[in-house]
């Protein structure tokens, strides 16, 4: 709850599966919301997340926490969506594109049923295809229908520079951009390291290298695979992505956070969801921040744009 309002404020979660339950685990210990529905098909699942979480409520903020069904989004100021089918080993986020629009058609459907006109928040993936197709099912404005995007991969970026420079990653400025996928590129020309830019660092020290560069956006890129190959899954660094973005909402911080965003002629490109920094308050997305790219940047978030398209296109015909 937002101790300067006292105001109730419901998430409805879609989904319990990892990436959800963590998300939900997240909420509670930061104390971020009021009020916590989880709806899942499995229907004992989410009562026992519920009942689990709520036994750890003497140690955490107050929050109400109960498993419950769609006509409980009704009154949600957030429907978060986690559900769908996951990343197997081997797979992009880009092949679980048809199974995973089928099941959002039917869920967006249900929420909308209930009379919910709050903001839906999208994790699951492809992340920017599914938010595209949310915003789509559901007829809100685009501001309410705000993906996950690259939130994860730009804190992912941020981590492994401070551990390159030995800096808290906190005092880190970085953006990855594009597609949260593949496609997805880091943009240099704005990273800054306490205050001083990417650029200077390099001209005085002569490093990072660009092979170093190089090596770590790989691993920020990669990371996902990396993980699944481990534990199977990837889930406690997007929940607390996710955390982070309810936080901004819910809390109306007007703050600058790297989702996936409805572009309409901002960096030259028009009717695709994006992963952009843009700011965001209680009202959802307000703007998109366009950073000024260099010429090579530019060229890649087209690219990872025109893949995006090409994807929408295949569920959207």
């Known amino acids: ?64 926490v109960w498993a419950g069904d769609y006509a409980d989004c009704k009154d949600a100021d957030l429907v978060v969506i986690t559900a769908g089918a996951n990343q197997a080993p081997g797979e992009t986020r880009l092949d679980l594109i048809d199974k995973n629009a089928r099941i959002f058609k039917s869920i967006v459907a249900d929420v909308m049923k209930s009379g919910f006109q709050g903001i839906f928040v999208v994790a699951t993936n492809p992340v920017d295809v599914l938010t595209y197709a949310t915003w789509k099912y559901s007829g809100l404005p685009a501001q309410q229908v705000i993906g996950s995007g690259t939130i994860l991969d730009s804190a ?56 170093e560069l190089d090596r770590i956006f790989g691993n920020v890129r990669d990371a996902a695979y990396h993980i699944i190959e481990r534990k199977g899954a990837t889930y406690y ?16 911080e007007n703050s600058i956070l790297s989702v996936s965003a409805l572009l309409t002629g901002q960096y030259g490109l028009d009717g695709v969801y994006i992963g952009v ?37 295949t569920i959207m015909k």
């Open 1 to 64: 709850m937002n101790a300067m309002t006292k105001e109730v404020t419901r998430i409805a979660l879609i989904g319990s599966g990892f990436v959800g339950a963590s998300y939900a685990f997240a909420l509670l210990n930061q104390g971020i919301a009021s009020e916590l529905v989880i709806i899942d098909k499995n229907g004992q699942k989410a009562e026992g997340d519920a009942m689990d979480l709520s036994h750890g409520l003497p140690f955490a903020p107050s929050m109400r």
């Open 156 to 211: 992912r970026l941020k981590y492994l520079l401070g551990e390159y420079f030995q800096l808290d990653s906190r005092n880190v400025h970085a953006y990855v951009m594009g597609e949260h996928g593949d496609t997805e590129l880091p943009v240099w020309s704005n990273t800054s390291i306490g205050g001083r830019s990417l650029h200077d660092y390099r001209e005085q020290y002569g490093k990072p290298t660009q092979e």
């Open 237 to 252: 660094g997007i929940a607390m992505g996710l955390a982070r973005l309810t936080k901004a909402i819910l809390w109306n």
């Open 277 to 313: 920094p843009a700011v965001i308050n209680r009202a959802g997305i307000r703007e998109i921040v366009e950073l000024k790219l260099s010429d090579d940047e530019m060229r890649k978030l087209h690219a990872s744009a025109d893949v995006l398209k090409k994807a929408i296109h």
